[in-house]
T-cell receptor, first 111, second 113 residues
Framework: GENVEQHPSTLSVQEGDSAVIKCTYS??????FPWYKQELGKGPQLIID?????GEKKDQRIAVTLNKTAKHFSLHITETQPEDSAVYFC??????????FGTGTRLQVFP | DVKVTQSSRYLVKRTGEKVFLECVQD?????MFWYRQDPGLGLRLIYF???????EKGDIPEGYSVSREKKERFSLILESASTNQTSMYLC????????????FGQGTRLTVV
């Protein structure tokens, strides 16, 4: 089955700096790659996603890149702010309905 | 506003008890999921339901069962709770097909003593 690896497990950055989180997946049939943000005491929420026919997608300060050949995808957050502090999960979808998640990255943004 | 509601935020149960975790969604979604969240292990899929009375095992189904008698409700059952089932449990729902967004509940932190 699909296996998703995520790095780093923790990431600390200064406010205004960029943050990058990387994921790799194993199943070449996966074609959908969402990213979720989980704030303290809440369930994860979708922040951005990318499909396999696209190499990059941006939404204001966040962007996701996908390299299907290498089976890896990354989340980029620019101009980080304290409210970006949270746990971030990548996921891959080996079929149209199921999501397999990575192990999560705890991002801390220091003022 | 879309909503997935889990019946309890915190639960404390004794070893050997039968435990029910309830989840309700108001979005008429076909798919519903139960995940378990543990530090360093991320979100692991326990069970998945794609329709009423239909279910599929996820990656870690051992020790769990599920019930989906109505479209909006998906229950996770721990037949005989054990201490290694102490965890955060997250319910989610999504529309079927085409990889749509999964909406999560706020989670139930279960402690088995």
């Amino acid at each position: 089955g699909e296996n998703v690896e995520q790095h780093p497990s923790t990431l600390s950055v200064q406010e205004g700096d960029s943050a990058v989180i990387k994921c790799t997946y194993s199943d070449s049939a996966s074609n959908y790659f969402p990213w979720y943000k989980q704030e303290l005491g809440k369930g994860p929420q979708l922040i951005i996603d990318i499909r396999s026919n696209v190499g990059e997608k941006k939404d204001q300060r966040i962007a996701v890149t996908l390299n299907k050949t290498a089976k890896h995808f990354s989340l980029h957050i620019t101009e980080t702010q304290p409210e970006d502090s949270a746990v971030y999960f990548c996921a891959a979808s080996p079929d149209t309905d199921k999501l397999i998640f990575g192990t999560g990255t705890r991002l801390q943004v220091f003022p | 506003d879309v909503k997935v509601t889990q019946s309890s935020r915190y639960l404390v149960k004794r070893t050997g008890e039968k435990v029910f975790l309830e989840c309700v969604q108001d979005m008429d979604h076909e798919n519903m999921f139960w995940y378990r969240q543990d530090p360093g292990l991320g979100l692991r899929l326990i069970y998945f339901s794609y329709d009423v009375k239909m279910k599929e095992k996820g990656d870690i189904p051992e020790g769990y069962s599920v019930s989906r008698e109505k479209k909006e409700r998906f229950s996770l059952i721990l037949e005989s709770a054990s201490t290694n089932q102490t965890s955060m449990y997250l319910c989610a729902s999504s529309l079927t097909g085409l990889n749509t967004e999964a909406f999560f509940g706020q989670g139930t932190r279960l402690t088995v003593v």
